[in-house]
């Protein structure tokens, strides 16, 4: 079985503030990208990594890894990316080499993934499971609401039990055939926020395993404090 990942880093970041985008921000001195694939790298199942670069920018991300070099074992292609996640994965998929049988999509906003979430994903698809997801339960409760413009009340509708929640983080795994045809199948715009939704529509079962609390998503600027901590404790 050989297994790749894709790792969507084509967004833009907004939510961070002005300033590079999102993936090239540094965290301890390295591009968030850079740790972003060291963590796939650092599975000795992972042997080879697509990175989906902002469109206007594979050539500059391709000098940035370059400068930064992997062990041996792991390959690497950067591809140009598109206007949403959807297609930058898309794009990501068709840029895999033959051969591949197992494939992590891994956001580059997720840069400190420990090793041990990932190699639990690839054992789980690798156990037969067509998709495979890391979860967490939810610290906060979750309301529905009827959505109004910025600055007035929302109406809310519901709480779904919090117990039934589970918050989904990244590497997500994939049989590469189930990923690929989620991706042929399911249009665009239909509102999927993750790869698993995809695969969800095409009725294909969907399990999760531990997920970890390092493995947030680097979003707001808050969240680039908390990172900085974590690395700052492991480099301790
Ligand atoms: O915006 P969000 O944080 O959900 O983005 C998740 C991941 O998808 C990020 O790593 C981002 O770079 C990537 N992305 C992309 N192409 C886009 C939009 C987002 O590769 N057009």
């Known amino acids: 079985v050989r297994t790749a990942a894709v790792i969507p880093a084509a967004g833009r970041g907004v939510r961070l503030g002005p300033g590079t985008p999102k993936a090239l921000r540094t ?54 990316g598109g206007t949403t996640r959807q297609e930058s994965v898309r794009l990501g998929l068709a840029a895999l080499p033959d051969g591949i049988d197992v ?8 840069p400190l993934v420990p090793v041990e979430t990932v190699d639990a994903v690839i054992a789980a698809v690798r156990g037969g499971a067509p998709a495979v997801v890391p979860a967490l339960p939810l610290a906060d409760t979750v309301k529905q609401v009827e959505p109004r413009p910025q600055g007035t009340p929302e109406p809310v509708v519901g709480t779904p039990e919090r117990a039934l929640l589970r918050a989904v ?8 055939p189930t990923l690929r045809k989620a991706h042929e199948v399911v249009v665009e715009g239909e509102g999927a926020t993750d790869d698993a939704g995809l695969v969800e529509r095409l009725g294909e079962g969907v399990v999760l395993v531990p997920g970890h609390e390092e493995a947030f998503k680097v979003t707001r600027p808050l969240d680039l404090v908390l990172a900085e901590a974590v690395l700052a404790r492991r480099r301790a």
Not at 31 to 47: D, E, N
Not at 52 to 69: I, M, Q, S, Y
Not at 103 to 110: E, I, M, Q, S, T
């Open 27 to 80: 965290l301890g001195g390295t591009p968030m990208l850079v740790h972003a694939v060291r963590a796939m790298a650092a599975s000795r199942a992972v042997t080879h990594i697509v990175v989906v670069a902002p469109p206007d920018g594979p050539d500059e991300v391709r000098r940035l890894l370059d400068a930064h070099p992997l062990a041996d074992r792991t390959e690497l292609t950067v591809v140009p």
């Open 103 to 110: 494939v992590l999509v891994h956001d580059a906003a997720r």
């Open 169 to 176: 983080q990244t590497p997500q795994g994939f049989d590469l």
